[in-house]
């Protein structure tokens, strides 16, 4: 079973006295930042389904063994 992690946002917000521009910026990082975190739980989702119907599977042969 994979060990699932939790993941935390990486870029640390600075300075409180940030003007427009790099407002903006840092908003930008961190809606990527936002994507990318969602893209890990979707895949960290997937892999626990697939993990979940391999062991259903391996149940199935067991009982079709017996």
């Known amino acids: 079973m994979s060990k699932i992690t ?3 946002l990486e870029i640390p ?3 409180v ?3 427009v521009e790099e407002y903006d910026k840092e908003v ?3 809606k990527e930042e936002i994507k990318r975190l969602k893209k890990i739980k979707k ?3 997937k892999i626990k389904e697939l993990e979940r119907e391999k062991h259903n599977v391996i149940r199935k042969i067991k009982r079709k063994d017996r």
Do not use: A, S, V
């Open 6 to 8: 939790e993941h935390k």
């Open 17 to 19: 006295n940030l003007d």
């Open 28 to 30: 930008e990082t961190l």
């Open 43 to 45: 895949k960290q989702k």
């Open 13 to 15: 917000i600075k300075d």
